[in-house]
């Protein structure tokens, strides 16, 4: 099993930064692979971004892509979400979730280990 804790959020303005950390503790996290979801008030959570198990491989929603970036460090058992020219509709609450198959996954229901969330807010 593996545990993960979100940290980074806060408020930003658009067009601003911030770069989200998912610390994760237990056994053999460098064979997990990651993706951040997010849920703004009154919606469904969506799918931003995955980074498998290596960190080689990447994938992006169509609506961050070019403006967010995923990185990991196995080292330190801690993927990042860097998050650039941040725009109003991207606040919500971040979610990063770990599964064990490579296969990106888009749906919530295919990841069995998440972390509590934090908060994105993004000012006009």
């Known amino acids: 099993q593996v545990q993960l804790v979100e940290s980074g959020g806060g408020l930003v303005q658009a067009g601003g930064s911030l770069r989200l950390s998912c610390a994760a503790s237990?056994?053999?996290?460098?064979?997990?692979?990651v993706a951040w979801f997010r849920q703004a008030p009154r919606k469904e959570r969506e799918f931003v971004a995955h980074i498998k198990s290596s960190g080689g491989t990447t994938y992006y929603s169509a609506s961050v892509k070019g403006r967010f970036t995923l990185s990991r460090d196995n080292a330190k058992n801690t993927v990042y979400l860097q998050m650039d020219s941040l725009k109003p509709e991207d606040a919500g609450v971040y979610y990063c979730a770990a599964r064990l198959s490579p296969i990106v996954g888009v749906s919530p229901q295919l990841y069995a280990y998440w972390g509590q969330g934090t908060q994105v807010t993004v000012s006009s």
């Open positions: 237990g056994r053999a996290f460098s064979t997990y692979n």
